[in-house]
């Protein structure tokens, strides 16, 4: 296919790599795995209170859920999410939209909070009687297969609603519309729970922008960091005998809202600035092992792996 682009670093890694699958299906449940943290299947993962440690560097107490702003699409089969990625929000209006909706809460004995604009919570004092989907499971998709699930789909469904007719009356929305902006339609709850307990320290940094993983790391006692504009930082830093967990989320929003022009640029700057440097570091010696994990599979390799010359590079459409 011509808008597959040649990525010879990335390809010869993936070739040459040791390859099994993942037992974690997903980027939420793969970091706890990688935290030693353990995650029932089924149930919801604490997403919620790690970022609200992140959001306020306080450590949360008690049960927390993520109320997350999005925009429902109507199509042919059902309503669309689109998810936050995709649209601006400020502090000012999220402020102003919520409003309404304090009351609604309030009445179920829950604290709602907004410390950032585009991550809303509700403390309550009772886990929730319901399993919810990860938003980014969502993302782009009909909400009809990931409605909350369990005992009281039914109360959360009615809640759903009701923040929906208020949220559509809102003047933010109107304002946000003459704009061209996507109107905040309605609400996604997910990721409640309690702030999990991590066994020990799994890694000697964390570089990611992305506050779950960061959070992880609180919690542990691991130091991070944001993600470096390439691998060189990390390479030419003093690191050795380092174990360094490197979280890079900038390809997801292409899998969720396919963009392939975009997609192209992303993954050929990535090419550039993380693995063609990895490669070198390998055969270099600097790097003594390198482990990629996506799309549920985990390749692994080391510097003796680059001598298996019969092991020829393959597109990246062979891994799908």
């Known amino acids: 296919m011509d808008n ?32 030693a943290v353990g995650g029932k299947a089924g149930q919801n993962l604490p997403i919620a209170a790690l970022t609200r440690l992140i959001d306020d560097d306080v450590r949360p107490e008690g049960i927390w859920m993520r109320a997350d702003p999005v925009h429902l699409s109507p199509g042919r089969d059902g309503l669309f999410l689109m998810d936050s990625s995709v649209f601006s929000l400020t502090q000012r209006e999220s402020i102003i939209l919520t409003a309404p909706l304090q009351q609604i809460f309030a009445e179920q004995g829950w604290q709602f909070e907004i410390p950032i604009a585009k991550r809303w919570y509700l403390k309550m004092q009772d886990y929730p009687d319901v399993v919810m989907s990860d938003i980014g499971e969502v993302a782009a998709r009909n909400i009809q ?5 369990g005992e009281g789909s039914s109360r959360w469904e009615k809640l759903m609603n009701d923040v929906q007719m208020l949220l559509h009356d809102s003047e933010v929305n109107h304002e946000r519309q003459e704009q061209g902006e996507l109107p905040i339609n309605s609400l996604w709850f997910w990721g409640a729970g309690q702030l999990p307990e991590i066994p020990a320290r799994q890694w000697s ?5 992305e506050a779950v993983s960061q959070g992880l790391a609180m919690l542990s006692g691991t130091p991070f960091t944001r993600l470096p504009e390439t691998a060189d930082t990390i390479i030419n830093a003093d690191n050795s ?12 929003a292409y899998s ?12 050929e700057k990535t090419e550039q600035d993380w693995f063609e440097p990895l490669l070198k570091a390998l055969r270099d010696g600097m790097v003594g092992q390198l482990t990629i994990f996506a799309d549920n599979e985990q390749f692994t390799i080391k510097k003796t792996a680059l001598l298996k010359l019969w092991k020829t590079s393959k597109s990246l459409l062979a891994y799908t």
């Open 4 to 35: 597959v682009p040649q990525l010879p670093a990335l390809e010869l890694l993936l070739a040459r790599a040791t390859r099994k699958r993942q037992i974690a299906a997903g980027l939420y449940p793969l970091l706890f795995d990688l935290f």
């Open 205 to 209: 940094a964390l570089f990611s922008d």
């Open 241 to 252: 005998d380092s174990d360094i967990l490197v979280l890079m989320t900038g390809m997801l």
């Open 256 to 267: 969720r809202y396919p963009d392939i022009s975009a997609w192209r640029r992303a993954v």
């Open 145 to 149: 297969p990931f409605m909350p699930r």
